[in-house]
């Protein structure tokens, strides 16, 4: 997928450090997870090219397995909501 959004949410402070927390730490030079995007590819038929997709996923461009994938109408809400309150972990 192509990142759209990134989220950035308090517990990444956590993760970018090496204190004792429930998410494991991101190494040095690792990019963050939490990407909204659009498909770029998709082997599963249940997602097109072009969908709009949130996964937990890395990075501008990222692969993610559909099964960690959650497709989002941009038409129900706008796409950056699901960085917010109507985001869930796919």
Do not use: H, Q
Request: charged residues 25%.
């Amino acid at each position: 997928m192509r990142a759209r959004y990134l989220s950035l949410d308090p517990y990444m402070r956590g993760r970018m450090s090496a204190a004792k927390s429930y998410a494991k730490p991101a190494a040095v030079g690792e990019p963050m997870v939490g990407v909204r995007g659009r498909g770029r590819a998709s082997r599963n038929p249940k997602f097109a090219v072009g969908d709009i997709v949130m996964g937990y996923g890395a990075g501008r461009n990222t692969r993610c397995p559909t099964a960690r994938l959650r497709k989002l109408d941009p038409a129900a809400a706008p796409v950056s909501t699901a960085l917010g309150v109507l985001a869930c972990r796919a």
